[in-house]
């Protein structure tokens, strides 16, 4: 098995693609600590080596955040673990241990307002996020401001305020007049 690796803006964080589907359709994941990894065979196995602070898990990709340490002394244990992963034949996740719903909030006379920002982020942004191992979810719009959650690679990355403010922002306010800003959760 060959795991390709790639940087991504965030230094903290290297993206790793298996080759293989990793969710396949499912939504991303995000573990932050170990705790909340009790539910993933395989984030758990990754939050056993020292220095992994965050495991993000999208449809055909693995995004590992460290804490301390080198990545030329983290890398072949992350490996390790995810080629030692798929060879067991486990589950990525336990659906019955994870929720993977992500409540928003919006008043319901935007709906149709909302729609739209849904449905812009999944077609325009989310798959631009995605290359460079992170994601986007909407959280909810009041207001004229949009809210969104970043994860993976994209949570604590020096260039995501150029991201959403520059990018995001700019992209939602040409589509929808009504959008005044983006904020992140």
């Known amino acids: 098995m060959f795991i390709q690796t790639e940087a991504t803006p965030n230094p903290a964080t290297l993206k790793f693609i298996p080759g293989r ?78 929720s993977m719903t992500a409540t928003s909030s919006s008043p319901p006379e935007d709906a149709e307002t909302v729609k739209t920002i849904k449905e812009l982020l999944d077609t325009r942004v989310r798959p631009a996020v995605a290359q460079d191992g992170g994601d986007i979810t909407f959280q909810g719009y ?9 994860r993976g690679a994209c949570s604590g990355c020096p260039s995501s305020t ?12 040409h589509f929808i007049p009504e959008v005044q800003e983006v904020r992140p959760i």
Do not use: C
């Open 21 to 98: 589907p990793v969710l396949g359709e499912e939504d991303a994941i995000e573990f932050r600590d170990p705790a909340e990894s009790e539910g993933s065979p395989l984030a758990h196995r990754l939050f056993e080596i020292e220095g992994v602070r965050g495991v993000f898990l999208g449809s055909d990709f693995i995004s590992v955040t460290k804490g301390e340490g080198e990545w030329q002394h983290l890398k072949p244990a992350i490996l390790g673990a995810i080629m030692e992963h798929y060879l067991s034949g486990e589950a990525m996740t336990d659906a019955r241990r994870i």
């Open 162 to 173: 150029a991201t959403l403010r520059h990018g995001i922002e700019n992209l939602l306010r």
């Open 142 to 150: 009041r207001d004229g401001v949009v809210f969104l959650h970043m």
